[in-house]
């Protein structure tokens, strides 16, 4: 039931996208082409809500395949340990904020690392949507 909201929100931003399109063309000489390019800019518009998503996609990909080593000893079993904290790491250079963390867990005696691995969190998007829809409303 609750999927049916994804509808109202899928005809707001195609309404958006198709008003916007007509406010951006609605300043060039009315001319044949002038519906081509409201038409062009419009596909181009649809999928902005989404495009951060699309491009933060394969840069989480990526991130996953170079953070994927793990490290268990297989003499932990039955063994007390703790958890080495490590603060999260803010990755640089993606589309939506993305955090790094290190796991690393500590035999309590004898202070060896037993078990190692990292995860990633990444934040959602809506940065593109958000502005427009901003822009628009405000007409």
Request: charged content about 20%; some cysteine; overall charge neutral.
């Amino acid at each position: 039931m609750s999927g049916l909201i994804v509808f109202p929100i899928l005809f707001v931003w195609i309404y958006i996208s198709v008003r916007l399109s007509l406010l951006i063309t609605h300043w060039l000489p009315d001319v044949w082409w002038r519906g081509v390019i409201s038409t062009v800019l419009f596909f181009v518009l649809l999928p902005m809500p989404l495009m951060d998503e699309i491009i933060a996609k394969k840069q989480f990909e990526k991130l996953c395949k170079e953070n994927e080593s793990t490290y268990f000893d297989k003499e932990a079993v039955g063994k007390t340990v703790y958890l080495d904290s490590k603060p999260e790491i803010k990755v640089q250079g993606t589309a939506v904020p993305i955090a790094l963390h290190p796991w690393r867990f500590i035999d309590a005696s004898t202070k060896e690392l037993l078990v190692s691995y990292n995860t990633l969190r990444a934040d959602g998007g809506f940065y593109y949507g958000c502005w427009v829809f901003l822009l628009v409303m405000g007409q």
